[in-house]
């Protein structure tokens, strides 16, 4: 769960630091600078994330089925999934946004459709 949360610290690093570099070219040397220095700042609130997490599970699972999924996790296949998790998720969120996409179309297709059938064109 960490690795998840962790990854997102880069990812904002990288869009800002690109970002920036494209409207302001001028800055970009000392922008490189300004976010290494800051983080390791916000590394410490992927660490924030992981704690309110665990208190999360902790609240909604018993201590017998964090017991279990700890074992899991700690077997080959749970450091395989742990290992897949972050392209994973990165894959179903693109995937997700695509099949939004389409689902919004489809939807608005679908009302025009019955709505043109009462007579109302929209």
Do not use: C
Request: a negative charge; proline letters at 3%.
């Amino acid at each position: 769960m960490s690795r998840s949360f962790g990854v997102v610290i880069p990812q904002f690093v990288d869009q800002i630091g690109s970002s920036l570099s494209q409207t302001r070219p001028e800055i970009v040397q000392d922008l490189k600078e300004v976010l290494t220095n800051l983080r390791p700042e916000f590394e410490k609130q992927a660490d924030e994330m992981t704690d309110i997490a665990a208190q999360i599970f902790a609240k909604r699972l018993s201590e017998a089925d964090l017991n279990a999924a700890v074992a899991f996790f700690n077997s080959t296949a749970g450091k395989n999934y742990v290992a897949a998790q972050p392209a994973i998720l990165t894959d179903i969120v693109t995937a997700m946004q695509g099949w939004q996409g389409k689902i919004s179309t489809d939807m608005m297709t679908r009302v025009r459709e019955e709505m043109k059938k009462k007579g109302h064109d929209i």
